[in-house]
């Protein structure tokens, strides 16, 4: 028997209609009774979905919050993602590295001219001995 109309419920329905109910779908609670923060995924089927999991996530598995926020990555975005992101990492890299040589700079322009300056110096007590 086909049943075109029937589709299956999220798991998060029950969780999300609470929230709502709440105020605001921004904040949530682990189990801990702490406020989830939101992070990223930025690795595999996930990339870019963001989720809400407790602050333990990862690192100590008592707590086992953890909600999507966003819906399924697209075909296109788990393709672009990875790409963005290496990009993203590369002129990070590249801002540091010209940040790194101005601080170089400068610091090599403060030299000179303290050097001009005694040497300036230099040659007026020169002058006037
Ligand atoms: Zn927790």
């Keep these: 028997m086909d049943t075109p109309h029937q589709h299956r419920q999220p798991s998060t329905m029950s969780s999300s209609t609470s929230l709502r109910a709440l105020g605001s779908p921004w904040i949530q609670f682990c189990h801990c009774g702490k406020r989830a923060p939101v992070k990223t995924s930025w690795t595999g089927e996930n990339i ?6 407790c602050e333990k996530y ?3 598995d008592t707590c086992v919050y953890f909600v999507w926020l966003d819906p399924p990555t697209c075909a296109r975005g788990r393709e672009l993602l990875p790409l963005l992101r290496e990009k993203v990492d ?5 801002v540091a590295a010209a940040h790194a040589k101005e ?12 050097s001009f300056i005694g040497f300036t110096w230099m040659n007026v007590f020169q002058i006037i001995g």
């Design 48 to 53: 870019g979905r963001r989720f809400w999991a």
């Design 58 to 60: 990862g690192v100590n």
């Design 90 to 94: 590369s002129l990070e890299k590249e």
């Design 103 to 114: 601080k170089k700079y400068s610091r090599a322009l403060l030299f000179f001219t303290l």
